[in-house]
């Protein structure tokens, strides 16, 4: 049974461009969180789709959006790019009923 | 204010040793909250949940303090394969602290 899929896996990115990221959920699970992982911190969450509606957001602006797909996959699309942006972007899935997640291997975007 | 904050030690036990650590939040609403291992360059995983009677599972025992605002995560008889980065996280998983890094020593 495969996990939480991400693509791609690494992706090089110039600032001022846009990036759209990729995830496949966990067999059975229907939502879907994002975050964004700066080196030495925690999870910052990003966004939360359920049903195929943003469900929660966190503090993060405009630039970033998302989708969820009728087969629960989603993107997370990343527009006018920043040096600041360059972290691990993780994809995490859950059960409706179940509260812990399941984190894809994630995306590490450099901005440069 | 950070809403989960975590001592980044790192912390560094001999094998076979017991470390605790702490996990503070600022959201007294929140009734339930995790604890995922994160390994280097890699994600995180799922160590356990924490409710308020505790949850124990082998070696790891987490224990919630309402009063104090606080869970802690306890390891015994550590073991080298322990080594990795500790997150807490609140029961929505919205709110991730910063992480414990525990080395486990020969």
């Known amino acids: 049974d495969a996990g939480v899929t991400q693509s791609p896996t690494h992706l090089i990115k110039t600032r001022g461009q846009q990036v759209t990221l990729r995830c496949s959920p966990k067999s059975g699970h229907d939502t879907v969180s994002w975050y964004q992982q700066a080196l030495g911190q925690g999870p910052q969450f990003i966004f939360q789709y359920y049903e195929e509606e943003e469900r929660q957001r966190g503090n993060f602006p405009d630039r970033f959006s998302g989708h969820q797909f009728p087969n629960y996959s989603s993107e997370l699309n990343v527009n006018a790019l920043l040096l600041g942006d360059s972290a691990l972007y993780l994809c995490?899935?859950?059960?409706?009923?179940?509260?812990?997640?399941?984190f894809g291997s994630g995306t590490r975007l450099t901005v440069v | 204010r950070k809403e989960v904050e975590q001592d980044p030690g790192p912390f560094n036990v001999p094998e076979g040793a017991t470390v605790a650590f702490n996990c503070t939040y600022s959201n007294s609403a929140s009734q339930s909250f995790f604890w995922y291992r994160q390994d280097c360059r890699k994600e995180p995983k799922l160590l356990m949940s924490v409710y308020s009677s505790g949850n124990e599972d082998g070696r790891f025992t987490a224990q919630l303090n309402r009063a104090s605002q606080y869970i802690s995560l306890l390891i015994r008889d550590s073991k080298l394969s322990d080594s990795a980065t500790y997150l807490c996280s609140d029961g929505q998983n919205f709110v991730f602290g910063p992480g414990t890094r525990l080395s486990v020593l020969p």
């Open positions: 995490a899935s859950r059960d409706t009923g179940e509260w812990g997640y399941t």
